[in-house]
């Protein structure tokens, strides 16, 4: 089935309640609409799995049976899918619903879900519109989406592609999380990528994404957000250029010092972002709890000088 066809056999399962308005952008495994929902009087996210473009990298990449890797495919983005909509937290989107549609010959099973619509920017655009963020924003912003990864990694969840595209910026000043990579862990689960492919935004990737993809955890989550803490003080990730350049720089460079664009910063925000980011994830903080802390440490020390 055609993509179009797909979404309006999904707006026919809900009836005349949800109603199309555009499309949103389409990523490597699924494509995104705006949708309203006239129940809720509310705009919503549908994100639906891209089978064409799955069974384009399977036979492309030639990883056995296509049927059964799709299978895997499929549940994992249901289960995960299924997972957000346990949470209740005001840094993470809101996953509303999770379900499925058959093709017309009923013999392909097509996952999607509805997520909360946000309104706003997200931060990587914020920092386009300034020089860079002010050290007690930029300490909010990273205490918020802290407080987020905490509750997803207490359900083990690891989101694996956090970025400054990834967090939306509400028109209210609040930061949330809106992609959860679950392309991302689909792949890495099912195998379908070739030795030496990057799983990630190669800007925010710690060291073990290059090396194995499939060895993460939650601390890799933390390196990211190091180098997004980076990025809101200088306004450009810590490593740039090729990608090659890019992975050198996180595998073997040190971490360029904050100071050097903003010598007023304190020195406790550069061992910070140095522990986030360090080389080997044992030397990183253990969880996102104990960075939180180190940053609230700071601004309270900012705030009695």
Not at 21 to 43: A, M
């Amino acid at each position: 089935m055609r993509s179009d066809e797909i979404l309006k056999k999904i707006l026919d399962k809900f009836g005349p309640g949800f109603q199309y308005i555009e499309n949103l952008r389409s990523e490597r495994l699924s494509n995104v609409y705006l949708v309203k929902n006239t129940h809720k009087d509310r705009d919503e996210v549908l994100k639906v799995m891209d089978t064409n473009q799955i069974f384009t990298i399977l036979e492309k990449e030639g990883t056995g049976s296509i049927e059964q890797s799709y299978e895997i495919i499929k549940k994992r983005f249901a289960r995960e899918a299924a997972l957000y909509t346990k949470f209740n937290h005001p840094n993470i989107a809101r996953v509303y619903h999770v379900s499925s549609i058959e093709d017309e010959g009923g013999s392909i099973e097509i996952p999607f879900l509805l997520m909360e619509y946000l309104k706003g920017q997200n931060l990587q655009e914020k920092l386009k519109d300034s020089s860079s963020l002010l050290l007690d924003d930029a300490l909010e912003i990273s205490q918020n989406i802290l407080n987020a990864l905490s509750a997803m990694h207490n359900y083990n969840v690891v989101h694996r592609d956090l970025n400054s595209r990834h967090v939306i910026i509400t028109e209210h000043g609040n930061p949330v999380i809106t992609y959860f990579g679950l392309a991302k862990n689909i792949i890495e689960d099912t195998k379908l990528t070739k030795t030496g492919a990057f799983l990630g935004t190669p800007e925010y990737m710690a060291p073990e994404q290059f090396k194995d993809s499939s060895r993460v955890d939650t601390r890799t989550d933390i390196y990211a957000l190091g180098v997004i803490l980076f990025e809101m003080l200088t306004n450009e990730p810590p490593f740039r250029g090729s990608i090659i350049q890019i992975m050198k720089g996180h595998m073997d460079k040190s971490i360029p010092d904050v100071r050097k664009k903003k010598p007023d910063l304190p020195l406790g925000i550069q061992k910070v972002i140095e522990k986030a980011m360090a080389k080997k994830i044992d030397d990183r903080y253990k969880n996102a709890e104990d960075m939180l802390k180190e940053l609230k440490k700071i601004k309270e020390d900012i705030s009695r000088e």
